[in-house]
């Protein structure tokens, strides 16, 4: 079987621990949780406004977990300084709007290239794994192979918003794209809005190396707890690349 990884995004236990203050619950106790429940990596992101993840949470996450750290960031100064100096070893360049409530849609790599290629060589000279987190058209992903990006990740949200033959449409459109990239040389990520009843068939895509599942994840463990969801997350992938 062609193994597909899994990245959890743990934004959303600091979410919870900034609604009261303090330190409960620990973004650094869900990574541990996280590693156990056989995930490949940690996904976290340090916005501008540090709605949730801090500048703290990635010093513990840097020096405290064995797993890779996939760091979201936005193409500014200051988030490259902080990519810099703590080398994870991936990064994620996401579009960040400071009104928005999560990430809407991929990056304008083909607008903002010329803003993009110094962000892009900086990491990659750095020791840094670069992805854009990008929509699932030609265009963007033509732009990404231009910037010397290895790695896209493919933004599934309209996929998993809309139902029936909107969402196959959607879906096909991801097949394409990913078989595209793929022929490129690229690696190719999916993410955004997936769960139980939408993750199997972007995971039997056989190109896709990665899904970054967060939100649905944090919400679950509300019911079931974080392992039980991550397994069964797990499970799922791995019956569709069956």
Do not use: W
Not at 12 to 31: E, K, Q
Not at 197 to 225: C, M, S
């Amino acid at each position: 079987m062609n193994r597909l990884r899994l990245g959890v995004n743990i934004d959303h236990v600091a979410t919870i621990r900034n609604a009261r203050g303090g330190t409960h619950p620990d973004p650094l106790r869900a990574a541990k949780l996280v590693a156990a429940a056989g995930a490949d990596g940690i996904t976290a992101h340090l916005r501008e406004d540090r709605r949730h993840i801090s500048d703290a949470d990635i010093d513990r996450l840097t020096r405290e977990i064995d797993l890779p750290l996939n760091l979201e960031m936005a193409a500014t100064e200051e988030m490259l300084a902080i990519a810099l100096r703590h080398r994870p070893h991936a990064a994620c360049i996401v579009p960040e709007k400071r009104e928005e409530r999560t990430t809407e849609g991929g990056i304008d790599a083909a607008g903002q290239f010329d803003k993009l290629a110094p962000v892009v060589r900086a990491l990659g000279k750095n020791g840094t794994r670069v992805s854009l987190f990008i929509e699932a058209n030609r265009q963007q992903i033509d732009a990404a192979k231009a910037l010397g990006a290895p790695v896209v990740e493919l933004h599934t949200g309209a996929y998993c918003d809309t139902e029936g033959a909107a969402r196959a449409a959607h879906l096909e459109a991801l097949r394409e794209a990913v078989a595209y990239g793929a022929s490129l040389g690229l690696e190719i990520h999916a993410g955004h809005g997936l769960g139980y009843d939408t993750v199997k068939p972007i995971a039997a895509i056989p190109q896709i190396r990665e899904l970054n599942i967060g939100h649905f994840l944090i919400g679950e463990a509300i019911f079931v707890g974080l392992e039980t969801a991550i397994r069964h997350m797990r499970n799922l992938m791995d019956e569709a690349r069956l």
